[in-house]
C-alpha cells in the first residue's frame, strides 16, 4: 500500500536517493551532465525535505521543498524553491503528483520566515499547482547563473507573507543564484 512520508535530506535512504537521482538524470540531464552524483550531492549545501510516496522500498512520486534567502528591490527575503517533482509513468494519473505537491507546499505555509516559494512548470501541470494556491505573476522575471533568463516554462509563486504579498516582485528581475531550482 503507498505510504506517503517526508525525510530531511540526512535522513534520506539511500535507495531512496539512488530512485531519486536515476528519475532525475532521465527526465532532466543537464542537472547533473556527465556526472553521476546521487542527488544530493549536486547541491550539498542546500538543506532539502524530500516528500515521497513509496510502496515498500519502490519509489512513486517525489517534491522537494527548500529554501534560502535572495535579495529583491532592497530587501532580502526568504524563498522557498518546489523542484523535482515528478510520478513514475506507472503511476501517473492516480492522484500521487498532487499528494506530493501539496505536502511540500503545506510544508512551506507552514515555515514561520518563509515570503514566498516559487517553482518552474510547463503548461501540462499549471492546472494542478493552481488547485494547490500557487499563481503566475506576470511580469517576474527570474536569473539565475551568469544573469541568464529562465525561460524554460512557467514561473509559479507561493505567496506565504504579508509583506511578499504587498511587494511587486515584477518591478525588476530576481536573480536566484547559480542556479534554478
Known sequence: ????RAFRSDDLPRDLAVQIASYVRVQ????PGRRTPLWESLYPAIDRVHFVITDADVLISHAIAHGRPLPHGGRTWNVWGLSSVFTYPTHRGSGFGEQVVADATQH?????DADLA?????????????RLGWQIVPGLEI???????FNDGHVMTL???????????SAEPMHVGPYTW
Open 143 to 149: 536569473r539565475f547563473g551568469d544573469k541568464q533568463v
Open 159 to 169: 505567496f506565504v507573507s504579508d509583506r511578499a504579498r504587498a511587494h511587486d516582485f
Open 108 to 112: 512551506i505555509r507552514d515555515q514561520p
Open 118 to 130: 516559487l517553482l518552474f512548470c510547463g503548461d501540462r501541470v499549471q492546472s494542478l499547482y493552481r
Open 28 to 31: 532532466w540531464p543537464a542537472l
Open 1 to 4: 500500500m503507498p505510504q506517503r
